[in-house]
């Protein structure tokens, strides 16, 4: 990593390719990080930082004027309950009944895209981030969280086929075993397909450019 990437290099491979690409550089650069730091926090101070707000990109649906230290602790006391928590609908169900909760506490803005990332950095084998051009994507109801984590795992499976046939240096199928960081680093392969289903479809939308952003995507040595 490290390595600066040309955006046309980027820009010129296929999407499913740099949905890969975004999954591994932005999980051991970043996501990985905020997951632990949410895991092994000690008390609500140290949830929902800067670092993750910037990276999340969330700051606004946290009202200035709402109980943020409330909501911290109530999110706080969570993270046992989503660490957890089996990937099934009951699961995905917490994310609305936070958000509920939540909503009243901060200014009646609804956090779903909040709560779901916060959910994601406890289980991100379980929960997956909400965003509104990812929702387009899937054709869901706003804040319908259950819904978008049911069209979610669909789609997840279209993704799976489309890895299998995927052809990367004349070989057919590409893995996480296929995009090892230098010191031979592997994504564990089902969080792989959960991320790149996410950046698949964020990426499909054509409104997010993660070079642009700065994102650090996984780039060959010699890019």
């Not at 779903?112 to 909400?130: D, G, H, R, W």
Request: proline content about 6%.
């Amino acid at each position: 990593m490290g390595v600066t990437v040309r955006p046309t290099w980027f820009h010129d491979l296929p999407l499913l390719e740099q949905a890969a690409r975004c999954a591994v550089g932005c999980w051991f650069n970043i996501e990985k990080g905020l997951c632990n730091a949410v895991q092994d926090a000690l008390d609500p101070t140290e949830v929902l930082t800067k670092k993750w707000f910037k990276y999340w990109g969330v700051v606004r649906t946290f009202s200035k004027d709402g109980d943020r230290e409330g909501i911290r602790k109530l999110l706080f006391g969570e993270i046992p309950h989503l660490k957890a928590a089996p990937p099934n609908e009951n699961s995905w169900k917490l994310v609305e009944e936070l958000s509920a909760k939540i909503r009243g506490m901060n200014r009646d803005k609804c956090p779903t895209s909040l709560v779901s990332k916060f959910a994601f950095s406890c289980c991100p084998t379980t929960f997956v981030p909400y965003d509104s051009l990812v929702r387009g994507q899937l054709g869901t109801r706003e804040h319908k969280y259950v819904e978008y984590m049911h069209n979610f795992s669909e789609r997840k499976k279209s993704i799976d086929q489309q890895l299998r046939e995927f052809k990367l240096d004349g070989q057919v199928g590409l893995s996480a075993r296929n995009l090892p960081l230098k010191n031979e680093t592997i994504m564990d392969q089902p969080l792989f397909l959960t991320r790149i289903t996410d950046w698949y479809l964020l990426l499909r939308s054509k409104d997010y450019d993660p070079i642009k952003r700065g994102d650090p995507v996984h780039c060959d040595p010699m890019i």
